[in-house]
Nanobody, 122 residues
Framework: VQLQVSGGGLVQPGGSLRLSCAASGITLDDYALCWFRQAPGKQREGVSCIGTTTIYYLDGVKGRFTISKDNAKNTLYLQMDSLKPEDTAVYYC??????????????????WGQGTLVTVSS
């Protein structure tokens, strides 16, 4: 079982990045799915999570980030636009038991990607 995260990097404020989380060994559609981030000295926080009928977005990213999933590719995405310096963090994708769909609590997720660093700076 593996979640392979890619797409991070250095971007200027106002720029865009798309993160990918490619799964192997599991079918993403069977799991609760969420993007998290962790900035230095801060707790891991849920950024965007797919619920049964709704999508959760952290208040500070609403209108700028979009989560999506391609079942054919078994891949989860996070499109990040209008990036701000405060978005700088290591970003992770997480998969958990389907009963936790929509949850943004990191303790509900037990399969993690390796994380990718997003740095927003001029």
């Amino acid at each position: 079982v593996q979640l392979q995260v890619s797409g991070g990097g250095l971007v200027q404020p106002g720029g865009s990045l798309r993160l990918s989380c490619a799964a192997s060994g599991i079918t993403l559609d069977d799991y609760a799915l969420c993007w998290f981030r962790q900035a230095p000295g801060k707790q891991r926080e849920g950024v965007s999570c797919i619920g049964t009928t709704t999508i959760y977005y952290l208040d500070g990213v609403k209108g700028r980030f979009t989560i999506s999933k391609d079942n054919a590719k078994n891949t989860l995405y996070l499109q990040m636009d209008s990036l701000k310096p405060e978005d700088t963090a290591v970003y992770y994708c997480g998969a958990g038991d389907r009963r936790y769909r929509g949850s943004y609590y990191y303790g509900h997720y037990h399969i993690w990607g390796q994380g990718t660093l997003v740095t927003v700076s001029s």
